[in-house]
């Protein structure tokens, strides 16, 4: 069974702030996406990382594909309240059902 | 793009009764549609995949006989709760994946949150 371990579980912070979340897994994944999800809503996709080693950047936030591809990190510099959110990172591969981990639980403190 | 709709977005509903959720993929077709379960706080719970025109499969520990899936068009899939219990109360979320992107990418709407009295 594929397993995507996230990290850390929750997370509070003050505005300004950086912090990185991270994910990982022994399984290689051929591609891993990363969602964020307010309170009430379905997630929605940030970004969908494919190649190992892979750096994609959306405004403040820097998603990061392990060369093994079995793990990833996102970073958000200068955290705002709006950023504040679940974030859950997804493994794909083959096509079997997204892997999803726990979830990381933010909240930016103004 | 990739809009996927649910309706309701919320229902409550008396013990026994049946509830059915629907999700619509508006802007695309898809070729396959989740449905997860999500509890206060925490991750995901996939319940089921469903493929255009043949029955779902299941994950393990789902009851198929009381989680009825059909996906009879390529936009349109319904999870039906049947004669609802207190327990099966939930935020009940679809997604939907097809040929938009090379990856398996899946794109999920708003959730329907179930109130079972």
């Known amino acids: 069974t594929q397993l995507l371990e996230q990290s850390p579980q929750f997370l509070s912070i003050q505005e300004g702030e950086n912090l990185t979340v991270y994910c990982n897994s022994s399984s290689v994944f051929s591609s891993l996406q990363w969602y964020r999800q307010e309170p009430g809503e379905g997630p929605v996709l940030l970004v969908t990382?494919?190649?190992?080693?892979e750096v994609k950047k959306l405004k403040r936030l820097t998603f990061q594909f392990g060369d093994a591809r079995k793990d990833s990190s996102l970073h958000i510099t200068a955290a705002q309240p709006g950023d504040t959110g679940l974030y859950l990172c997804a493994g794909e591969s083959g096509n079997t059902p997204l892997v999803f981990g726990k979830g990381t639980r933010l909240s930016v403190i103004a | 793009g990739a809009v996927v709709s649910q309706h309701p977005s919320w229902v409550i509903c008396k013990s026994g009764t049946s509830v059915k959720i629907e999700c619509r993929s508006l802007d695309f077709q898809a070729t396959t549609m989740f449905w997860y379960r999500q509890f206060p706080k925490q991750s995901l719970m996939l319940m089921a995949t469903s493929n255009e025109g043949s029955k779902a499969t299941y994950e393990q520990g789902v009851e198929k006989d009381k989680f009825l899936i059909n996906h009879a068009s390529l936009t349109l899939s319904t999870l039906t709760v049947t004669s609802a219990h207190p327990e099966d109360s939930s935020f009940y979320i679809c997604?939907?994946?097809?040929?938009?992107?090379?990856?398996?990418?899946?794109?999920f709407g708003p959730g329907t949150r179930l109130t079972v009295l």
């Open positions: 990382v494919v190649t190992g080693g």
């Open positions: 997604s939907a994946g097809g040929a938009i992107s090379s990856y398996n990418e899946q794109f």
